[in-house]
């Protein structure tokens, strides 16, 4: 772990940290050093919730680096680097995951006498609490909020133990496939398969991954995460443990552990460090037995703004005047994972009051909120897309939101709810916007319903954004130049660069994600164009002279603005004739 700065040794006494007055502290540190004004301390504490810091930063009146290096100057002590290495294994096992996040401190290098240790707040008071617990010297280094919480995640692993139990489960003879077996598995907590599945989800929830696919093969068993919509391989595990995790995960979703080869689909919901988590289950027979896939659903995570998701803001403002049409319908495309949920919850927070009656139709339901009436789909109680749709019109709704429209019966519905004085907003699988539309056509919609009823189709699709903490400046192949060139792209200010790879982004290059938009706004020439059923490539270009960006053409932009790569982006997004 590499440092900079100066370092603070801090022998404090073996007294705990106080709880008062660390925000009047913090407020005078930073007015003093002329970072924020006294009325930025108003503003924030009337933000309410977290730190001082957390709301200053959620504020905008300062950003974590600043204040970071704010207190690391204050307190003379060095600043954290993750970017070159990794926390000492010997140091992290000094606090157990607990003890880091209550302290918010990580030790990152031991020695015989001293342990440095990354904090927040690097004041004596708050460190003496670090000392008690460790009970040695301690030198302090302040990291961000980012980089410490991104680090606790990467240095306490879940699945750390996971071999250790495997060795348990392949010793206890008794723990094998038959159905005697199921019952020790579902009622020992302390079980080595039941240990494995937990820790298998609970890294799942910590790494940020959507899914978590469970795959057997001739020998071994692979569990991959999806995170930020790349798969990573995480564990290798011995075959002879593949049937019994499968049997546990059925037991977890309620599935028929006896059926093991037609396809089986279930739900868990638990909590995991605290946090309410859903998670979908699939399963489905292949050559080696029973492949897993289970979709995590982190029901605590936080409902964005329109403005965050990436949209550029003149499409962010006309989207916005579009859902706040009294009627009409607006689409969201995109594949599987693309984001098209959180899209169309987005719109439904900025729509969100007290004078509107908002129903919701899903399956299953991503987003949980008392102030949204919300159906989940539950197909052997009888309650599908089409039916659910139904029974909302009864309900007096303002805004409708259907989870996707699978078939023709819920189009038809959600065309006909949009003519009758409500607004409809649905995600539907197509590839890109102008592409929604003629999937309507083919489901037998009439042309004139959907020229009357759509009034906007909007295209997504996610891209990895690039780790700011390991940027580095790298040259292009020409394939990524000519896709620059091709759709608009240019060189960023300061070069090209891209993450080489660190502790923080799990050595990837990229951490998390941000959207690409595409809207085709319904406009009267486009209307004719649907009810002459013109081809794909006439209605396409009309779109683009009235002033449609592609998927391509926003990826190149954002490129051009550094928040990610040419490459990710043709690997994200179809790319022709490049």
């Keep these: 772990m590499r440092l900079r700065g100066r370092h603070q040794k801090v022998e404090a006494p073996v007294v705990a940290a106080p709880t ?30 977290g730190s001082l810091g957390e709301r200053l930063v959620a504020t905008g009146a300062i950003t974590e680096d600043v204040l970071a290096r704010t207190l690391a100057e204050h307190y003379g002590v060095g600043l954290a680097d993750f970017r070159s290495a990794s926390p000492a294994p010997e140091a992290v096992g000094l606090l157990t995951r607990e003890q880091a996040v209550t302290l918010q401190a990580l030790p990152i290098v031991v020695s015989e006498e001293t342990v440095t240790v990354a ?19 301690v030198i302090a280094v302040v990291a961000t909020q980012r980089d410490l919480e991104r680090g606790i995640a990467t240095s306490y692993r879940a699945t750390k133990e996971v071999d250790s139990q495997v060795r348990a489960y392949e010793a206890r003879d008794a723990l094998r496939r038959d159905a005697a077996d199921l019952d020790v598995i ?22 940020r991954a959507s899914d ?3 795959e057997p093969g001739a020998e071994r068993v692979r569990v991959r995460y999806r995170i930020d919509g790349a798969l990573t391989e995480v564990l290798d595990l011995p075959g002879s443990i593949g049937p019994a995790i499968v049997s546990r995960v ?36 292949v050559v080696s037995g029973e492949k897993i896939v289970m979709r995590v659903l982190d029901k605590s995570r936080p409902l964005f703004k329109l403005e965050q998701l990436g949209m550029p803001s003149a499409v962010a403002e006309r989207y916005s005047q579009l859902i706040h049409s009294p009627f009409g319908m607006v689409i969201c495309a995109g594949p599987t ?25 899903e399956d299953p339901v991503e987003y949980r909120f008392d102030s949204i009436n919300q159906i989940q789909i539950n197909e052997q109680a009888g309650i599908t897309f089409a039916g659910g749709l139904k029974s909302i019109l009864r309900q007096d709704p303002d805004v409708i939101l259907v989870g996707e429209i699978r078939d023709v019966d819920t189009a038809r519905i959600a065309v006909q709810s949009a003519l009758t004085g409500h607004l409809v907003l649905s995600s539907l699988h197509a590839t890109e916007a102008v592409s929604a539309l003629y999937r309507l056509l083919d489901m037998g919609i009439e042309a004139f319903l959907i020229a009357s009823s759509v009034t906007a189709v909007v295209a997504q699709r996610l891209v990895r954004r690039s780790c700011t903490s390991c940027l580095e400046v790298y040259a292009p192949t020409a394939d990524e130049l000519a896709f620059l ?19 923080l982004c799990a050595h990837t290059g990229y951490l998390e994600r941000i959207g690409v938009y595409e809207m085709l706004v319904i406009t009267d020439e486009v ?19 009235q002033g449609m960006r592609t998927l391509q053409e926003q990826g190149a932009r954002l490129v051009t603005e550094g928040m990610t790569t040419a490459a990710e982006v043709m690997r994200s997004i179809y790319v022709a004739g490049v």
């Design 20 to 49: 008062g007055g660390d925000d009047d502290r913090l407020g005078r540190v930073l007015v003093g050093a002329g970072r924020i004004q006294p009325f930025h301390l108003d503003a924030a504490r009337n933000a309410g919730g």
């Design 119 to 137: 904090v927040l707040d690097p004041a004596p008071e708050r460190l003496s609490s670090v000392v008690a617990v460790l009970e040695r010297s």
């Design 186 to 207: 579902s009622a020992s907590d302390d079980a080595p398969v039941v240990r494995v599945v937990q820790s298998i989800i609970t890294q799942a929830l910590r790494d």
């Design 212 to 214: 978590v696919h469970v």
């Design 250 to 285: 059925k037991i977890l979703a309620g599935m028929n552990i006896v059926e093991r080869r037609r396809p089986q689909d279930g739900q868990i919901s638990m909590e995991i460090d605290g946090r309410d988590v859903d998670i979908r289950v699939s399963t489905t027979a």
């Design 337 to 361: 994972g693309g984001g098209k949920t959180t899209t169309l919850y987005a719109s439904l927070g900025e729509l969100n009051s007290p004078e509107k009656n908002l129903m919701t139709i």
């Design 485 to 503: 060139q091709a759709f608009g792209g240019e060189e960023p200010i300061g070069g090209y660069r891209h993450g080489t790879g660190c502790h």
């Design 527 to 545: 209307r004719e164009l649907i009810i002459d059923r013109a081809p794909h490539d006439q209605m396409r270009k009309l779109a683009r002279s």
